[in-house]
């Protein structure tokens, strides 16, 4: 149980063009999901909390008109990286909460995207 | 501000020995704590979370202590194995269900 999937898994695209990552939970609902981006060898840095039916929280230092999140129903949140820079190259990372899994903060992780920009 | 402290160095265990990890934080008092694992190139994977209010957790292999008063957990791994060579990370709850993350430690596990 508790399986998160990322799509793509890899994308490799021009500068300035828009790039779109999705991330389902399949077997449970995710009223929160969470968006990271890891460079090597670094911590995961949390860039926004996606919460289904509203508006994403985004951490210090991110760019909300840069990094475009929609979490439209409790399967799904999309994280659209637009007019992408090479500085925005790096592995994306989302992540879900079970929604029934009681009190605990226990997220479970897709496989990452690993962007590059061109 | 909260502070969490993974050893960065690479730690190298021999086949069949206990590894073990070590985690400590500052500035904070969190009511639970997590470790995950983490291979290159992939996502973390949750492991195990312990509460304030216990002292141990196990899952087969897997043992994780948390010293509230030290401010300090460690992860065992018992009888290690090559296939448990990976990054293992911990983290603390931070509120609204929002994680605060170490920079992991990388096991490495020799036949």
């Known amino acids: 149980g508790a399986v998160v999937s990322q799509h793509p898994s890899r994308v490799i695209c021009k500068s300035g063009t828009s790039v779109k990552i999705e991330c389902r939970s399949l077997d449970f609902q995710a009223t929160t999901m969470f968006w990271y981006r890891q460079f090597p060898k670094q911590s995961l840095m949390l860039m926004a909390t996606s919460n289904e039916g509203s508006k994403a929280t985004y951490e210090q230092g991110v760019e909300k008109d840069k990094f475009l999140i929609n979490h439209a129903s409790l399967t799904l949140s999309t994280l659209t990286v637009t007019s992408a820079h090479p500085e925005d190259s790096s592995f994306y990372i989302c992540?879900?909460?079970?929604?029934?899994?009681?009190?605990?903060?226990?997220?479970?992780f897709g496989p990452g995207t690993r962007l590059t920009v061109l | 501000s909260q502070k969490i402290e993974q050893n960065s160095e690479a730690l190298n265990i021999q086949e069949g020995k206990t590894a073990t990890l070590t985690c400590n934080y500052t500035?904070?008092?969190?009511?639970?704590l997590q470790w995950y694992r983490q291979d290159p190139g992939r996502g973390p994977v949750f492991l195990l979370l312990?509460?304030?209010n216990e002292k141990e957790k196990r899952k087969e292999r897997l043992k994780v202590t948390f010293d509230t008063t030290l401010k300090q957990s460690l992860f065992h791994i018992t009888a290690s194995q090559p296939a448990d060579s990976a990054t293992y990370l911990c983290a603390l709850t931070k509120g609204n269900y929002q994680l605060i993350w170490g920079a992991g430690t990388k096991l490495i596990i020799k036949p």
């Open positions: 992540s879900a909460r079970d929604s029934g899994g009681g009190s605990t903060d226990t997220q479970y």
């Open positions: 500035n904070y008092s969190p009511a639970y």
């Open positions: 312990i509460r304030e």
